[in-house]
Structures are given as C-alpha cells and as structure tokens.
C-alpha cells in the first residue's frame, strides 16, 4: 500500500522498519520537529526523523496541522492510508478522512483502558496483570475509534516499563503489518463504554518513593517510572533513583535498610533494588553500588 508514516519517538522507529520490510510504499514521514537537547542544546532530530532519512524517506515535520496549508499537503500525498504511532499531534478531520482507509493508530493499551499519553506507565503503576497492542481506526475523539485488531500479553512480576516498551513496540510492529495485510476483510470493533480510563502524562512529582506505602506500590512505582523519570528516594541527602526492583520477605520501619542487599521495608512488606543510580553516574547492580557507597542494616533512608 501507499502510506503515510506518523510518529516521533524510538517506540515508533520498529513499526517504520515493519513497514518497509513488509513492501508497503511510504510516501512521507511525519514526526515532531528537531528538538534542542544534550549539554549543549543542539537541535536534535526524532529517532523517527533520524532513521527516515537513514532509509531515504521523505521527512515532514509540521509544527501544527490544523491550518489549510499543511492539510492541504497532506491531503496532496495521495495515501491509501496512514499509520501513525506515538506522533504527538492531534489530527484534524480533514487529516483524518484524507486517506483512502483513513488513519490507523497502533495504541499500547487493550482499549478502552489507559486512553492517553502513557498507557504503558500507567498499566504498570495500577499492577495490571495484562496489556496489549491495539490497532483502532481514528477518529477526533481522544483513542476512541473502533478497534480493528488487539492483543493482550501479561505484565512480568519485575519488568519495567522500559522493558514493556520494546515488547509492545515490536507487537505494534507485527499487528500493523497483519492488519494491513487483512484490511478489506477486518470488522470495526466500537469499544464499549465501560471500563474507560485515561492514562494522563507522567508528572515528575510522582517520582518521589513514599516507603510508608506497600512493597507492592513502591515496587510499582519504581517499575512503572523507569527509566523515566526514574523513582527516587534520598540516601544521605543525596538523591538517588530506583531503576528496578522485586518484592522481597522482611518488616521494619518505613525506610529501613533490612539487610546487606539494600531491601528496604515498607509500610507493609519490602522491596529489594535490582538496579540504581546515583546523580551523574551509570545505573549499578546493588552489589556494585555498594560496594561504592556501603550502606549497613538499620541505616534509614527517604525524607
């Protein structure tokens, strides 16, 4: 098919290649413009715009496309359809209805949950038991649209978000392909109205661990926010994040160090670290960070 490629971030850049290897025809790549970042604020494009334009594809980057111009433009490509994952742009209608079979969109969530900016945080963070990949057909409404394919996989006692991440972007990767194959002959499933929730954007004021919480939350939150922002927690004042993490046996006071392992007891329960890093440094093993940065039983840590 002739296609249009909607997307930003490296959650994308697998459904892009998908494509390509698959034959489709990718007439234009929308992403969001080059950002500045780094030390010294360069702009820097998308890992989307950056692997486009390592396989020879036409990049746009709009900054809006709701005036007459850009859809206008859009319209002009002549796309039998358009695929468009993790873009960061509401689509006007008149986007919308431009291509032949409209857009498909390759949400991280088994809608109608976790409709919004971070279904993958959020699924981890309410320690669902399961997630999936829907390809739903869109609409003007916030991931509204009929559902055209979905599929459901569990959530790992330890993965991160991270690590959820690369699992959905490579099933979003093979549903679109799949989908697209089969497009004539898929049935719209309208989602049902019960059982909606909204997935809103990640704040960093989550971040901060509260050990007066259960081993479960904080195993959550230390899941659900890595790597990014990454749960945090003061050790000596200093900030330090919790990358990963298991629930593990052991009671104390909130914020206790149990053992030589850093399992650290909750307001019920403990939670013992799999991966930390401290301000400018790598993210260690608690092996490795202690053997840099001891810290004894009975030590407390939090505010």
């Known amino acids: 098919?002739?296609?249009?490629?909607?997307?930003?971030?490296?959650?994308?850049?697998?459904?892009?290649?998908?494509?390509?290897?698959?034959?489709?025809?990718?007439?234009?790549?929308?992403?969001?413009?080059?950002?500045?970042?780094?030390r010294g604020k360069k702009d820097r494009p998308s890992p989307v715009q950056s692997r486009a334009e390592a396989l020879g594809l036409p990049v746009r980057h709009p900054k809006s496309l709701r005036n007459d111009e850009a859809q206008a433009e859009f319209a002009a490509i002549g796309a039998d359809a358009a695929v468009v994952v993790a873009y960061g742009l509401i689509l006007p209608k008149p986007v919308l209805d431009a291509?032949?079979?409209?857009?498909?969109?390759?949400?991280?969530?088994?809608?109608?949950?976790?409709?919004?900016?971070?279904?993958?945080?959020?699924?981890?963070?309410?320690?669902?038991?399961?997630?999936g990949v829907c390809i739903m057909q869109m609409e003007e409404g916030l991931d509204t649209g009929p559902v055209l394919l979905r599929e459901a996989t569990p959530i790992g006692a330890q993965e991160t978000t991270a690590e959820l991440h690369d699992r959905l972007s490579e099933m979003g990767a093979r549903l679109i392909v799949e989908a697209l194959a089969n497009l004539p002959d898929l049935k719209p499933e309208p989602q049902p109205e019960d059982g909606v929730t909204y997935a809103a954007k990640i704040d960093k004021a989550e971040a901060e661990i509260d050990w007066t919480r259960s081993a479960q939350e904080v195993d959550r939150q230390i899941r659900g926010l890595s790597p990014f922002p990454g749960a945090w927690s003061l050790i000596r004042n200093e900030r330090v994040k919790f990358l990963a993490s298991r629930l593990a046996e052991g009671e104390g006071d909130p914020g206790e160090v149990l053992d030589d392992r850093l399992t650290v007891a909750c307001g019920t329960g403990a939670v013992q670290p799999l991966r930390l890093q401290r301000a400018g440094r790598g993210a260690q093993d608690p092996e490795s960070f202690l053997r840099g940065w001891p810290i004894g039983r009975g030590e407390r840590i939090g505010s």
Request: aromatic share 6%; glycine share 8%; charged share 15%.
């Open 1 to 38: 098919m002739k296609l249009v490629f909607m997307g930003t971030p490296e959650f994308s850049v697998p459904v892009l290649d998908a494509l390509v290897a698959a034959g489709h025809e990718i007439l234009a790549v929308y992403c969001q413009p080059p950002r500045p970042a780094g």
């Open 99 to 131: 291509p032949v079979h409209g857009c498909l969109n390759i949400h991280a969530s088994l809608l109608p949950r976790w409709r919004g900016a971070a279904p993958i945080h959020r699924a981890i963070l309410s320690g669902d038991a399961e997630t």
